[in-house]
């Protein structure tokens, strides 16, 4: 079955629209939707750092990946935090803070809740302890205005080299985020290691438990590359890694997903040509881990970063295609 295109998918394409002013999106099709907006209006800051978005669970029908929906919204606002609850299902992914932390936190209450009324208002208040300078929760009064005064310089810069339509929506930030690794690439990251698991529990399969220790080291390896980056390089090279890996990463966790090569190995079958794709997919892996590192050497050389992986191997194949697309619009590009 193909999946729903942007403009296929009501639910989020309406979130999406939601949350470009706002802070907290219920979707009319969800049940008890004005108890959940009020419980959340409580504990949601009124800074613009934390979105809520909260989604009937047929919202998630057909999307190519499970965080598909939280990349899409964290990439059409300028949120810090944006937590997601599909049904019953909590996402979170943060730039305050770590986003595995973010993540663990919303699952941990999707599993100890009980409501996802509950999970929810437990999550915001949650992430926002965790996050720097806080303002906590919900209160937009004096108490809450005390942080944007101090940091409000920082701010002002900011929002004077903010290109496009963006500026109107920029929503104030802290002095300086806690995670080097970009917001995009860092669900990328997440996703990656969410299937690393996947392959290593295919039983009996060398080439998946190959695969499985394969991601877990170009994951760890993005996250190098972009910590040494901020330490190291300027922001140009920081911008140029994000433009490029956001690609690529995306067309690789495209290959890399349920649908795709983990169905190639385990029901092999069911395909036509299966060790060709399967070839091509190990391959892209390992160029792009190869790039990767050699961007890493670059930095910590104080040389400029070049880019020489194309991928055109998964491109050329129509599965695919779809996928990568998703991902493009998922990242606003």
Request: aromatic share 4%; charged share 25%.
């Amino acid at each position: 079955m193909p999946f729903l295109s942007a403009s296929d998918n009501p639910w989020i394409n309406d979130a999406v629209e939601g949350i470009s002013g706002e802070n907290i999106y219920v979707d009319p099709d969800v049940s008890g939707g004005q108890a959940i907006t009020e419980a959340l209006s409580g504990v949601v800051p009124g800074d613009g750092s934390i979105a809520v978005v909260v989604l009937p669970a047929g919202a998630d029908n057909n999307t190519p990946y499970s965080s598909y929906i939280l990349e899409r919204l964290t990439a059409a606002g300028d949120h810090e935090t944006v937590i997601v609850a599909v049904g019953k299902n909590l996402q979170a992914t943060s730039s305050a803070i770590d986003g595995d932390v973010a993540l663990r936190i919303a699952n941990e209450n999707e599993s100890s809740a009980g409501s996802t009324q509950d999970a929810l208002v437990e999550t915001v208040q949650e992430i926002s302890a965790e996050t720097p300078t806080s303002p906590g929760g919900g209160d937009a009064g004096a108490g809450g205005a005390a942080i944007p005064l101090v940091i409000g310089g920082v701010v002002l810069v900011a929002a004077a080299v903010t290109a496009f339509g963006l500026i109107a929506r920029r929503r104030r930030k802290p002095a300086a985020s806690t995670d080097p690794v970009p917001a995009g690439i860092r669900l990328r990251v997440n996703r990656l290691r969410e299937l690393r698991a996947d392959y290593a529990a295919v039983p009996g399969s060398p080439v998946a438990a190959e695969t499985a220790a394969a991601i877990d080291a170009l994951a760890s390896h993005v996250e190098q590359l972009f910590i040494r980056l901020d330490a190291k390089a300027g922001e140009d090279q920081s911008v140029l890694a994000e433009a490029e890996y956001s690609d690529k990463l995306a067309r690789l966790v495209a290959a890399l997903d349920r649908d795709y090569l983990l169905d190639l190995l385990t029901r092999p079958d069911l395909w036509d040509a299966p060790d060709e794709r399967i070839g091509e997919v190990r391959e892209a892996l390992a160029a792009v881990t190869t790039q990767i590192v050699d961007n890493i050497k670059q930095v910590n050389a104080r040389r400029g970063l070049l880019f020489q992986v194309s991928l055109d191997s998964l491109i050329g194949r129509s599965e695919l295609r779809d996928w990568e697309r998703q991902f493009k619009q998922s990242s606003g590009d």
